[in-house]
């Protein structure tokens, strides 16, 4: 799996409190209200013209939901030119095969990259840590996004190197191998042979890697998912509602697991203009699972898991989520500007008191575009 599909998996597996969700103070009210208004929309629509939906993927996930077909400039995918950046409330493809015994399946959207992976893992104790087992994670890279200087220092610290530097390649690490959809691609395995690498130019200076780690028959497997990514631009849609959050926030990350075809968590990562944070300065989102850390607090009534320091960085996970059970609610913040963005430590608490799932939220057709 790629490094930010691996990091992301387990974030959302060990993360008691770290993720957050959007609302505040009369949230819940106005997004009835907007739903309201929506699905009136919606029924003058189907009464004057058929809607076609196409039965698809999630992401990369065995989660199936009914979702609006692509028009037929969504289908322009890839890009003859990369843009520089993407839109993270975009999901620009899907995959059609991943391997059945990897059941734990990830996908990120952000500015630089999107990535779908799939992961089996082993438990470590009694806790919610794991050890990776093995993978598979493909990575679309906006025009300029480097993925091979990375592969070069894992390389030279599996073969003991203690130099990185710059990627040497003026093509990406490995030997030709046949073409991928039409573009020259190239096979790299790592010295100590577990991890290896498929990549292709999708357009000029914007490349595409699908990794396996400890695999079987890698190269056949990789070729396999790398054949039947469909490229389809998609809204990105999250399990919960989405409530009003600070006008100046911009959408910087959308991150989202599953385990064995279950949603397991998703969160969004929020940046506002200026920001000198190395992160995000906050984050929101829905988590589910089987907690065996105690409660902290009480928020509105309801368990909590707290966690604050520095005066302006700290977690809010609001159990007892209404309409889903072993959830929390979450919002956390990175920075001092998040933190005040967000009202300080009580405007945080009340935004994750405040996050709702939708009505089904096991049921990908009703989860919310971004």
Known sequence: MIHDDERLVRDLLTRAADDLPAGGPG???LVTAGE?????RRRLTVAATAVVTAVALLGVTALVGVRPSPTPADRTWP??????????????????W???????????????????????????GAGPARTLIRSIGVTVGARGVDFFTDQLTRDNSMAGKLR?????????????????????????????????MLSWQYAPDAWVTVKAVAVDRPAEVLRRVAEGMVWERQPVRVPFLLVALPSEARLDEARIGWRNGRWEGADLVYRLPGSAAAGADFTVGLERGEWLDEPTGVVHGRPAWISVWRGWSGSWSVGGVPGCAGCRATVGTRSPAGSAALGGEDGA???????????????????RPL
């Open 98 to 124: 991943l391997p059945a015994d990897l059941p734990q399946r990830s996908f990120s959207s952000g500015g630089d990259r999107q990535s779908s992976g799939a992961a089996l893992f082993s438990p470590v």
């Open 349 to 367: 608490r009340d935004l994750a008191a405040a996050l709702r799932p939708v009505a089904t939220p096991d049921d990908g057709s009703a989860w």
């Open 164 to 196: 990185s530097g710059p990627t040497p390649w003026a093509t990406p690490p490995g030997s030709p191998v046949d073409p991928v959809q039409g573009h020259p691609a190239f096979l790299h395995t790592s010295p100590n042979g577990k991890e290896t």
């Open 36 to 40: 309201q208004a929506v699905r009136r």
């Open 79 to 96: 890009p003859t030119v990369a843009p520089t950046t993407f839109d993270p409330a975009q999901q620009l493809f899907r995959l059609t």
């Open 27 to 29: 949230a819940p009210a």
